[in-house]
């Protein structure tokens, strides 16, 4: 495996490498772009930053399984694919990430909120206090097949709040960590299985 930096190489210079995992690594990068897009939308169009959410879930998504279908029948991957798909089921923000795709996906619910900013005004000895809610676009529950999946308050053994940042919604943050799980993931695995 090359080392790369997902925001910034180009797909056509990855491609270069005849990289065996190439295709997971272009899902990855369409991750990518869904992310970057949810960064440009900001507190604009809540259409378009849900458009790019639920087109992150679905990039995010095929990097797994087109991990899995360039690996099935390489000797070491069967280690090392019991060992992601157990991370993928127990880990609560992966986990999280493929039941908000299969919602997104399978049904019409909604897997993000728009911000409600709920301004309150209140007099003061000086004039008036404006107040509002810290600037999020929360993640909502998914129910899949009757199980409701909660948002993830943990990644990797580490509660959210140590990946959080002031000011960043909570689908950015989860995205962020989802793109280096992943990337760590196809790391590991060009290593072991093709290195």
Same mark, same amino acid.
């Given at each position: 495996?090359?080392? *790369?930096?997902?925001?910034?190489?180009? @797909?056509? &210079?990855?491609?270069?490498?005849?990289?065996?995992?190439?295709?997971? @690594?272009?899902?990855?990068? &369409?991750?990518?772009?869904?992310?970057?897009?949810?960064?440009?939308?900001?507190?604009?169009?809540?259409? +378009?930053?849900?458009?790019?959410?639920?087109?992150?879930?679905?990039?995010?998504?095929?990097? $797994?399984?087109?991990?899995?279908?360039?690996?099935?029948?390489?000797?070491? $991957?069967?280690?090392?694919?019991?060992?992601?798909?157990?991370?993928?089921?127990?880990?609560?923000?992966?986990?999280?990430? @493929?039941?908000?795709?299969?919602? &997104?996906?399978?049904?019409?619910?909604?897997?993000?909120?728009? $911000?409600?900013?709920?301004?309150?005004?209140? =007099?003061?000895?000086? #004039?008036?206090?404006?107040? $509002?809610?810290?600037?999020?676009?929360?993640?909502?529950?998914?129910?899949?097949? #009757?199980?409701? *999946?909660? =948002?993830?308050?943990?990644?990797?053994?580490?509660?959210?709040?140590?990946?959080?940042?002031?000011?960043?919604?909570?689908?950015?943050?989860?995205?962020?960590?989802?793109?280096?799980?992943?990337?760590?993931?196809?790391? +590991? !695995?060009?290593?072991? !299985?093709?290195?």
């Amino acid at each position: 495996m090359i080392n *790369f930096n997902i925001h910034t190489d180009k @797909i056509e &210079s990855i491609e270069e490498h005849k990289l065996p995992l190439i295709e997971a @690594i272009k899902e990855l990068k &369409s991750a990518d772009r869904a992310y970057e897009r949810m960064i440009r939308v900001g507190v604009g169009s809540f259409f +378009e930053y849900e458009a790019a959410w639920r087109d992150f879930l679905h990039a995010i998504d095929r990097v $797994w399984n087109k991990t899995a279908a360039r690996c099935k029948n390489e000797v070491k $991957w069967p280690k090392l694919k019991s060992k992601y798909e157990g991370l993928r089921k127990n880990d609560p923000l992966l986990k999280y990430i @493929i039941q908000a795709r299969n919602v &997104s996906e399978h049904t019409i619910s909604p897997v993000v909120k728009d $911000w409600n900013a709920n301004l309150r005004a209140r =007099p003061t000895k000086n #004039g008036i206090q404006f107040d $509002w809610n810290h600037w999020d676009r929360p993640l909502l529950p998914v129910t899949n097949r #009757g199980t409701t *999946f909660l =948002p993830p308050k943990k990644h990797l053994g580490k509660p959210m709040n140590f990946y959080m940042r002031s000011g960043q919604e909570e689908p950015k943050i989860v995205a962020e960590c989802a793109m280096y799980f992943y990337l760590e993931m196809l790391n +590991e !695995v060009g290593k072991e !299985v093709f290195g």
